[in-house]
């Protein structure tokens, strides 16, 4: 008897960017499990729920994730990325049913989604009013649901509208022609695969220094540039104890398996009160718009 495919947790519901993402990155069959927040499709991973998930972790106009790299940090010592992949983000406009674009008194959608459409929302409806919903995907199935109220609207995928069935006032509305999001597939520490032979990306996470003293974030990435390993990104989130705290994430281009990554990360440890190794996984190949 053949092995049941793998449940891979994503942002639901159906249509949603990740779920494009998902299908456009499986690599065979899988069972989709539709989860109501990015943080759910982490934690399913952590608790066993799952045995993968696709999550968000980087965009090119909004920057980093909060609630995928949050939970990896703080609610997930057991996940890893085991892969990535880039993928175009393009953001129609749809309604129930036809309507001007002035005449809309509302554009629901996910937060980052209306981030990432602001020009085109400031100068094509200006009169309405901007609502957060869990998700694109969710925002187009609420609106068509609600029927013919006229003047409301949700940004969502072209796969949301042919799915829930809303009618597509404008297509890529999205700021920047070239608007990519970088998703990560996660794994169980347990089921994770061995870092790549070949080009490898680290992603690491570290917090707990003296961060607010001058030059003390400098000396702690001499770990790493004393040992000639490029950071091909770096950020920071608030730790939550107090202001001016907090937890770096970095993305290394080198992989663990290589003795001075290994030196450099036990070095690292020494300075900070927590490092972790969230990844070590191939580089995905830029992705067209």
Excluded at 30 to 55: F, M, N, S
Excluded at 252 to 262: C, Q
Excluded at 265 to 284: D, F, K, Q, S
Aim: glycine residues 6%; proline residues 9%.
């Amino acid at each position: 008897m053949s092995a049941a495919p793998p449940r891979v947790a994503f942002l639901g519901p159906a249509g949603t960017n990740t779920d494009e993402a998902l299908r456009a990155s499986a690599t065979g069959p899988i069972e989709a499990v539709a989860v109501a927040t990015v943080r759910e499709a982490v934690l399913a991973v952590q608790r066993r729920e799952a045995d993968r998930a696709v999550v968000p972790i980087e965009n090119s106009l909004e920057g980093g994730v909060a609630a995928t790299l949050d939970a990896l940090a703080a609610e997930a010592p057991d996940v890893r990325i085991e892969r990535e992949t880039v993928h175009p983000i393009h953001h129609h406009l749809i309604a129930a049913a036809p309507v001007a674009l002035d005449a809309l008194q509302r554009v629901r959608s996910h937060p980052h989604a209306l981030g990432q459409c602001s020009r085109f929302l400031r100068e094509r409806t200006p009169a309405a009013e901007l609502a957060a919903a869990s998700s694109t995907a969710e925002a187009v199935r609420a609106v068509v649901a609600d029927g013919d109220g006229g003047d409301e609207a949700a940004i969502g995928s072209p796969l949301a509208a042919e799915l829930y069935g809303g009618v597509v006032l404008a297509e890529r509305i999205e700021d920047r022609p070239d608007n990519v999001t970088r998703f990560v597939w996660l794994a169980h520490a347990e089921d994770a695969p061995p870092p790549p032979q070949g080009p490898a990306k680290t992603s690491i996470v570290f917090w707990g220094f003296n961060d607010d003293a001058p030059g003390s974030l400098v000396s702690v990435l001499r770990e790493l540039s004393d040992r000639a390993i490029n950071l091909t990104k770096i950020e920071s989130r608030p730790r939550r104890v107090r202001l001016g705290h907090y937890m770096f994430f970095a993305d290394l281009d080198a992989s663990t398996a290589e003795p001075r990554v290994a030196e450099a990360l036990a070095a690292l440890g020494r300075r900070v009160e927590t490092v972790r190794v969230l990844g070590c996984y191939p580089p995905a190949p830029s992705s067209p718009p």
